[in-house]
C-alpha cells in the first residue's frame, strides 16, 4: 500500500468496482443475507450499465443517484475508488474458503451449500474439493447429494484450470463501440466495424475484435499506440478495461473476407471454406481467391456470401446451423412498442409508477404493463394482495401518457405455488411467474415446480425461465421440453427478458419454443427509467433464436395485447 492508503498496484476502474460490489453479493448470499446480496446485484448492475458515474472526484450523492445505490453501498464505493480496496469486503471475505468463488460455479452448488461444504467437509481449495468429491468424504456433508458429488467431478477440469475473465455483452459492446469511434476519429482507418462474439451478440464475451481498413498499416500502428492500445501479442491489444481487443487490420478489397472470417464461430466459417473450395474457390487467412492464388475482390460480406451463393445471415446465426436456413426478417429494436415487465419503487425498482411510465413514453413505448414483485419474494418489499389491490385502483384510476396495464411478478414457490391468492392475481391484467429463490434444485423438482405453476392458469409470460444472472449465477436445471409444453398447453408467452445479466433463455430455448408455435414477451426487467435500454439486449437474445417480429407480443399494439391477455385468461387448472 502507498503513502495515500492506495492498494498497491491497484488502480480503481468502473469495472473493479463492479465486481467488488459482485463480491459482496456472493458473500452476503454465502452468509444466508439474501436481501443484502441482491442489494448489492442490483447495484453492481447499475454501475455496469453507467460506468461514468464513477468519475474522478464522484462524491457520494453522486454516486447515490445510480439505481440501487443507498448510503451503505455509496461509501463502499467511495472507499473503493480512494483506495483500491475495501475493508469491509475483506474481513467477509476471510469467513469463506480460498477458492470460494471457484466452487459456486459449479451447478446446483449456491453460496450457501459451498459454505456448508467448506465448514463440514474442511474445503478450502479446489483441489481440496477434488479430493473429498474422489473420495466420496463430501457425500457426509448435510445436504450434498450424489448428484452434487458429479456434477463436482464433471466441472473439476474447468476448475483446475485459471478463471477465464469475461465480459457481460453490454459492457464488450460499449469497448467496442468506443474503439470504432476512436478508430474513426483518428484519420488512420478508412473503417472499422466489430466482429467477433459482440458482434454475434453472445451474452458473454472474452474478448472484442474489431476489423479495420488501415489507410496506411505504418500509421494504423502507430495510431494504436497513441490512443493506449497496450500489446499483449500478435494482434491483441489491452486498453484501460480487463476485456481484450483484438485488432484484424485488413486491406479495402478484402475487408468483407476478412469481416465474414472474424464474425462467424468456427463451424460456421468452415462450412462456408468447404462451400467455397466446392466452387473453386478459398476462403482463408481473410481472403477470399481462386485454386491458382489469384485474388478474388471481396470489399463486403454480401460480396462473399453471394460468390458462395447465399443469402447474407444475420451476424447473430452465424453460430447456428440456421444461418444457412435463415429467410425474412428478424425482430428489431425499433419493432418493440410494450414492455410487461417493468418494477417500480412499490417493491425493488429506484422510481415511481408515473416516473417509470413516463421514461417508457421517452424511449418510445406506446403501452406498458407495471409489474412490480409479489409477497413472497426474497426482496425488501413485495406487493401482497391488499397492496395488489390499491395497485389496481391507482393504475385504472390514474392518468398517464401511455395506456398502463397493471399486473406483478409472482414469486414461483418450490412447491408452485405462487405466494398470492388467486383472486388478487385474477384482478391483474397481467402475471409474469418467475423463480427468484431456491435456483439450485434438482432437476425433477425444478421441473415440477415450473409445471405446476403453469398448470394454475394464472401465469400470463414464464418470466426469465432459466434463472441464470451472468457471469456467475448458472442456468437452473429443468426438463426443457416438458416447460414448454406447459407454457404452450396453458396457451402463456415465454418472456425473453433483455437485462443484460439475463439474456434469457438463451438461443436453443428460443428455438425450441418457436416449433413450438409459442408466443414471446421480449421486456426490459427494468427497475429504474435507464433500463428501459435493456430491450437492445433482449433483441439480440431473440435473434439469436431466430425470433421475427411477429411473434413477439411486445412488439403488438395495444389494443391486441390487451385482447391477447383476456382471451386466454384465468384459465381453469
Known sequence: MDRSGRAAGVEPSPAGAARVLDRFALVHRALGDRQRGLAYERAAASVR???????????????????????????RLEEYLATGRVRA?????????????????????????????????????VEDLARAAESGRILRVAGVTERHRRAILAKLPALRAPPRRVALLAKASRIAERVVS??????AFARAVVAGEARRGRALVDRVAVIAAALDAVDARQALGEMGFVPVSEGLFRLDDDVPVEVRLANASDFGAALVESTGDEAHVAALAARAAARGLRLAGGRLARENGTEVPAPSEDAVYGLLGL???PPELRESPAAFAWRGALVEEADIVGDLHVHTRASDGRATLPEMVEAAARRGRRWVAVSDHAAGLPVPRGLDEDALAARVAEVRGGAFPIPVLVGCEANILEDGSLGVDAAALEALDVVVGSAHSKLDQPRGAMTRRIVDALSTGLVDVLGHVTNRRLPARPESDFDVERVLDAVRSAGAALEINGSPERMDPPAPILRRARELGIPFALDSDAHAPGEFANVRWGVVAARRGGVPPGEVLTARPFDEVRRFLASRRRRAP
Open 182 to 187: 476512436d478508430f474513426d476519429r483518428s484519420g
Open 49 to 75: 450499465a453507467e460506468p461514468d458515474r464513477l468519475r474522478a472526484g464522484a462524491t457520494r450523492a453522486d454516486l447515490e443517484r445510480l439505481p440501487f445505490v443507498g448510503p451503505g453501498i455509496s461509501a
Open 89 to 125: 469486503l475483506e474481513a467477509l471475505e476471510a469467513k469463506l474458503p480460498r477458492d470460494f468463488e471457484r466452487f459456486v460455479e459449479i451447478p446446483g452448488i449456491g453460496p450457501a451449500l459451498a459454505l456448508r461444504i467448506a465448514a463440514e467437509g474442511g474445503v478450502s481449495t
Open 311 to 313: 443469402a447474407t445471415p
